[in-house]
């Protein structure tokens, strides 16, 4: 009995410290990305990331080993938060016109709700690797082929216009991308308000009638 309450301290202790862990990562890479968007990566020292937050350097080291491991993983997550939002939404089954406006929105959507990492997606990727900009390419050919496939499904059910899925993906992803050097919260247009006027722009420029 003592033994199995041993353990459970331990596994609470444990789960404890990786919400904690979890907790710093996510501060420390928000932190670097309102400092890389607003001055460069070049421009950002660690010392600098540590400093926004109150911490010294030792802290973020910890963490991440360099700050390209720090730009890594803001490209990282917001891959795989966006490729999951969409796939999720994909799943869903809806007709060509709703799944588009669906994507539409929801891309506009995370644009609106972390402007600086999406600064730093579209902008900085030079500032990678070679080898982690490979991925990248891969991955946001990948992400802009979710759009295609839709779009070309709409194409011949006869409810889009036939016009050349790499236009219609760099619209949707150029107009919405664009949000984050304006939009600011709390001012104007709330984000649901402006995702939808994406949505109608879009979808009455590409149907049929």
Not at 43 to 68: E, M, P, R
Not at 87 to 94: A, C, G, P, R, Y
Not at 96 to 104: F, R, S, Y
Request: include cysteine.
């Amino acid at each position: 009995m003592l033994e199995d309450e041993g353990l459970m301290k331990l596994k609470v202790r444990e789960e404890l410290k990786l919400k904690k862990q979890a907790y710093v990562q996510e501060e420390i890479l928000t932190a670097a990305a309102a400092l890389f968007a607003e001055t460069g990566v070049r421009a950002v020292t660690i010392d600098d990331i540590a400093s926004s937050l109150g911490y010294t350097k030792s802290v973020v080291y910890y963490y991440f080993k360099n700050k390209n491991q720090v730009l890594w993983e803001i490209f990282e997550r917001i891959h795989e938060a966006w490729s999951q939002d969409m796939t999720s939404i994909m799943e869903k089954d809806l007709p060509p016109a709703e799944l588009l406006g669906a994507m539409i929105r929801q891309h506009a959507l995370n644009v609106m709700g972390r402007k600086a990492w999406t600064a730093i997606y579209f902008r900085d990727q030079a500032e990678l690797t070679s080898d982690q900009q490979k991925i990248i390419v891969k991955r946001k050919r990948e992400y802009d082929q979710l759009f295609k496939t839709v779009y070309t499904k709409g194409v011949e059910a006869g409810i889009f216009r036939d016009i050349p899925t790499p236009v219609i993906v760099s619209g949707i992803i150029g107009m919405a991308n664009f949000t984050h050097a304006w939009f600011k919260e709390g001012r104007g247009l709330a984000p649901e308000e402006i995702a939808n006027h994406y949505v109608e722009i879009i979808l009455n420029g590409c149907r049929t009638a």
